[in-house]
């Protein structure tokens, strides 16, 4: 009796229309369902992560931005405050002192 080689013939061995079968088989089509949905839900969640990105960037840029140059003018006057006191020698006053 001859040894039957696996993989010998064009089919395989198998059904020559096996390929056809799994691939239209209900567990193929539920994947592909699966995985197009998936797609469709992770488009709108870039969409949607974009919208909320660009909303946060523009109140940052209103909202935020201006508070830091002001923050910083005030600083750099309350600097040039303290130098003239102490080129004048008056004693710095609590205020100058940021207390």
Aim: glycine share 12%.
């Amino acid at each position: 009796m001859a040894a039957k080689r696996i993989g010998a013939g064009k089919s395989g061995g198998g059904d020559p229309n096996i390929l056809a079968r799994i691939s239209n088989s209900e567990i193929v089509s539920q994947g592909r369902r699966a995985a197009g949905d998936a797609v469709e839900v992770s488009k709108k969640l870039l969409r949607s992560t974009g919208k909320a990105a660009w909303i946060a960037g523009t109140t940052f840029l209103i909202l935020v931005v201006p508070l830091i140059i002001e923050m910083d003018r005030e600083a750099q006057i309350n600097e040039i405050e303290l130098q003239q006191a102490s080129l004048l020698g008056a004693p710095p006053s609590p205020m100058q002192r940021g207390l």
